[in-house]
């Protein structure tokens, strides 16, 4: 099955930097790869997505990088604000319709 | 509105006392699926069901059983609750087409077993 892996656990960075997260993946089947935001005390919720046919997606201070041959990809996020602050979920589909979800990144962004 | 319904919020319950947490979606989701989160793990799958009378294991099944009776209902049920089943619980559904597979989550269980 498929094997997602997410560094780093923990992320801290000064208001107004940027902020990088990578996954690597196992399978090569697989096509979608999802990345979901946690705040403290919620449910996880979709951020940004990216299909195995497109290299970089940006959505305003976000983006996602994906590398096929070397089977990683990446969170950038640009010009943190305090309300990044939250745990991120990388995942990947292994072909199919089910994630496999990577450990997390817990993100502090210091005023 | 689109909504994934799971209750209840917070449990408090003692070994070996069978119990139920329910998840409810009304976006006719063919997929649903129970995940546990625990400090440093992530979200470690438990079961999930491509579709109505289907489920299979996830990657920690143990002690868990689920049903899917009717596509909107995806009950997980603890028939002995053990204190390593403390944990964060989440039920997520999606659909199956493309375009589709963005996971929406319940709010939550948090499982106190003593």
């Known amino acids: 099955g498929e094997n997602v892996e997410q560094h780093p656990s923990t992320l801290s960075v000064q208001e107004g930097d940027s902020a990088v997260i990578k996954c690597t993946y196992s399978d090569s089947a697989s096509n979608y790869f999802p990345w979901y935001k946690q705040e403290l005390g919620k449910r996880p919720q979709l951020i940004i997505d990216i299909r195995s046919n497109v290299g970089e997606k940006k959505d305003q201070r976000i983006a996602v990088t994906l590398n096929k041959t070397a089977k990683h990809f990446s969170l950038h996020i640009t010009e943190t604000q305090p309300e990044d602050s939250a745990v991120y979920f990388c995942?990947?589909?292994?072909?199919?319709?089910?994630?496999?979800f990577g450990r997390g990144t817990s993100l502090i962004v210091h005023p | 509105e689109a909504q994934v319904t799971q209750n209840p919020r917070y449990l408090i319950t003692v070994t070996g006392k069978k119990l139920t947490v329910t998840c409810s979606q009304n976006m006719n989701h063919e997929y649903m699926s129970w995940y546990r989160q625990d400090p440093g793990l992530g979200l470690r799958q438990i079961y999930y069901s491509m579709n109505v009378e289907v489920t299979d294991k996830g990657d920690v099944p143990e002690g868990y059983k689920v049903s899917r009776k009717e596509k909107r209902n995806f009950p997980l049920i603890l028939e002995s609750p053990s204190p390593n089943q403390t944990s964060l619980y989440f039920c997520a559904t999606g659909g199956q087409g493309l375009a589709e597979e963005k996971l929406f989550f319940g709010s939550g269980t948090q499982l106190s077993v003593l």
């Open positions: 995942a990947a589909n292994g072909g199919s319709y089910i994630p496999t």
